[in-house]
């Protein structure tokens, strides 16, 4: 399978996942999916540092394994997103809701995602907020 073909079958397994209701974690989902009408794009953020510090508490990981799966793990995210679809990951446009889950608890991002959701399923598709997402020149 060429990389081409991977990237095609990825896309089409995001969009039939997406019409069964799915809840959809990393592949570019908010790009792919921007004129999906019923979708929510969430990003979940924080400052480096907040971050490397919640991942010794949540993964049980010392300080210096914590910092290298950060930066793996955000430069893969980086990487994939803006060389398949020339897109900065970091651009808010991409998304409907950004929280920075560093700073609110993981019960309240919850509530706000669901509520976010509850909300953007009322809305009509004319009402869709990724008419003007910014791509990398």
């Not at 896309?11 to 019409?19: D, F, G, P």
């Not at 924080?46 to 793990?73: C, F, H, N, S």
Request: aromatic share 6%.
């Amino acid at each position: 399978m060429t990389e081409d073909e991977f990237r095609r079958a990825t896309e089409q397994v995001l969009h039939e996942y997406s019409e069964a209701g799915a809840v959809i974690l990393g592949r570019a989902a908010a790009v792919v999916l921007r004129d999906e009408p019923g979708a929510l794009h969430v990003r979940l953020d924080g400052p480096p540092e907040r971050r490397i510090g919640q991942a010794m508490i949540v993964y049980g990981v010392d300080r210096p394994t914590a910092e290298r799966e950060l930066k793996i793990a955000d430069r893969a995210r980086e990487t994939y997103v803006e060389r398949w679809y020339g897109v900065d990951p970091h651009d808010p446009r991409c998304y409907d809701l950004v929280i920075d889950s560093t700073r609110i608890n993981v019960d309240t991002c919850i509530e706000l995602i669901a509520l976010a959701a509850t909300r953007r399923a009322r809305q009509s598709p004319a009402e869709s907020p990724h008419d003007n997402i910014g791509h990398i020149a």
